[in-house]
């Protein structure tokens, strides 16, 4: 298969850093790593977190909204968690972690949280045609470039595979959730969902998205 | 549900998807905590999980999201007050350094002691601790009924109680922490209100399923003798 080479998060980091230069956004910080952004924040340097919202918020946003379908509740979400990254900075270990991999995934989990909250509230799950409606607009030409490379990631996938992982990971359900509603057995679905991630970082890696992690 | 190695191993993809099940999620946790490869599993994972976020068409966040952000942040950070004198940085060691770092983007200025925490030393050590506990955001946190604040639970359901703004207890009196198992309160430690924040190292581990509860003592006692005037249930 046709390698493309795409450099991982720190390279549409880059990428992203220079649009924001020329839009203006953050002049003075266009430059620095996300790590470095990181260091400034742990030193409640406000200009840090406008800087890694320039280059995670779109993302963050849009992931939160798939997993909670309503504007409100996913902005909760995104502002939760760039509140928890600007509070904690100083405990983010780099040999852990990429920054942009640290706050999707406490996006993620607040996402998660709040439509557990919410739908044991309600007792329904959320509406779903906000999804459906979705569409993407106004991002960056390298955020486009890493969304198709992953899409083409999952649609390679066995179907049943990427179900697991998509009602998993975009609709909030745990495991047994996700065994009830697909009359599954809970074991196959646990090795499914294992089957599938350990597939799409494969799948990935091959398309160049993803390194192993630093350190 | 008794698991062996294999299925938990199995467990870091739903895990890193934060998919897991309660019980799961605990057993997994726990076997986390002595597992290194387990832990480099998850990392991986986690960027895989991370790369997910990209694959989703949404429309872009309303503009006004940059601005709100900004201001709670900027919001929260008044909340911070200078740690006590003793606790000032230069007379810290760098994991020291770092909680109190992180104490202060916390806004936790003072951390109660326990009773049995007599020694500055140790009771610098259990504040760490519990800090360290507040800020890790891969600790579970539940928010605590009866009071602002959380309980927050890390690794190996080690615990601390992070509450905000709590009255003095009445009369000269104290909080006790306990936690609950099948209706058996054991003592978790003693600790005062006051303004802000204040992290409370729990003095022993909460397992799944067991319930944290605070009340009104007259000292340090054995068995709880009030109602609850704080619960949390963790997951």
């Known amino acids: 298969m046709t390698t493309l080479r795409l450099p991982h998060l720190a390279g549409v980091g880059t990428v992203l850093r220079s649009d924001a230069v020329r839009r203006g956004r953050t002049k003075s910080l266009g430059h620095l790593t996300d790590e470095e952004l990181l260091d400034l924040l742990a030193r409640s340097d406000e200009r840090a977190l406008a800087e890694l919202y320039d280059r995670f918020g779109g993302v ?25 990254v600007w509070r904690s900075a100083a405990t983010f270990l780099p040999e852990r ?13 607040r996402a998660v949280d709040l439509v ?33 490379l992953v899409q083409e990631a999952l649609r390679r996938l066995p179907p049943d ?48 998205v993803e390194e192993p992690v630093a350190g | 549900m008794r698991v062996n190695d294999t299925d938990l191993h199995e467990l870091a993809a739903a895990y890193a998807l934060d998919a897991l099940d309660d019980d799961d ?19 991986s994972f986690r960027e895989t999980a991370a790369s997910l976020a990209y694959a989703v068409d949404a429309p872009a966040p309303p503009a006004e999201l ?11 950070r008044p909340n911070v007050v200078p740690l006590p004198r003793r606790w000032t940085l230069p007379a810290l ?49 539940t928010e605590l009924t009866g009071a602002e604040g959380s309980l927050v639970v890390g690794e190996g359901r080690s615990a601390a109680l992070v509450v905000c703004r709590l009255a003095e207890a009445p009369g000269g009196k104290t909080y006790e922490a306990w936690v ?9 430690g003693v600790f005062d209100g006051g303004a802000g924040c204040r992290a409370v190292p729990l003095e022993r581990p909460v397992p799944a399923g067991a319930t944290v509860a605070v009340t009104i003592e007259d000292g340090r006692v054995a068995q709880p003798t009030g109602e609850p005037v704080i619960t949390a249930e963790p997951a």
């Not at chain 1, 997993?67 to 902005?75: H, S």
């Not at chain 1, 557990?116 to 979705?134: K, Q, V, W, Y």
């Not at chain 2, 057993?27 to 990392?43: M, P």
């Not at chain 2, 609950?180 to 978790?188: H, K, L, Y």
């Open chain 1, 60 to 84: 963050a946003y849009g992931l939160a909204l798939r997993i909670l379908r309503d504007e409100t509740l996913a902005q909760d979400a995104v502002q939760d968690a760039f509140l928890a």
């Open chain 1, 97 to 109: 972690a990429r920054p942009s991999t640290w706050i999707l995934t406490l996006v993620h989990r």
């Open chain 1, 116 to 148: 557990r909250r919410e739908e044991r509230r309600r007792g329904e799950p959320l509406d779903d045609s906000l999804h459906a409606a979705a569409a993407a607009t106004d991002d960056e030409a390298s955020v486009r470039f890493h969304r198709r």
């Open chain 1, 161 to 208: 595979q990427r179900e697991a992982l998509e009602l998993g990971y975009y609709g909030g359900l745990t495991q047994s959730q996700i065994a009830e509603r697909l009359g599954e057995p809970l074991g196959t679905i646990k090795s499914r969902t294992f089957a599938g991630l350990a597939r799409l970082r494969e799948l990935l890696r091959e398309a160049g």
């Open chain 2, 25 to 43: 999620r605990a057993a997994f946790e726990r076997h986390l905590a002595a597992c290194e490869q387990c832990a480099h599993e998850v990392a």
């Open chain 2, 66 to 76: 940059r601005g709100r952000i900004l201001d709670a942040a900027r919001a929260d």
């Open chain 2, 93 to 141: 060691g760098g994991v020291a350094a770092v909680a109190a770092v992180a104490a202060l983007a916390l806004g936790v200025w003072s951390v109660s002691l326990s009773s049995q925490l007599d020694d500055e030393r140790s009771a610098r050590e259990a504040t760490e601790r519990a800090l360290a506990f507040a800020a890790d955001p891969d600790a579970a946190r």
């Open chain 2, 180 to 188: 609950i198992q099948g209706g058996r309160p054991q003592p978790a």
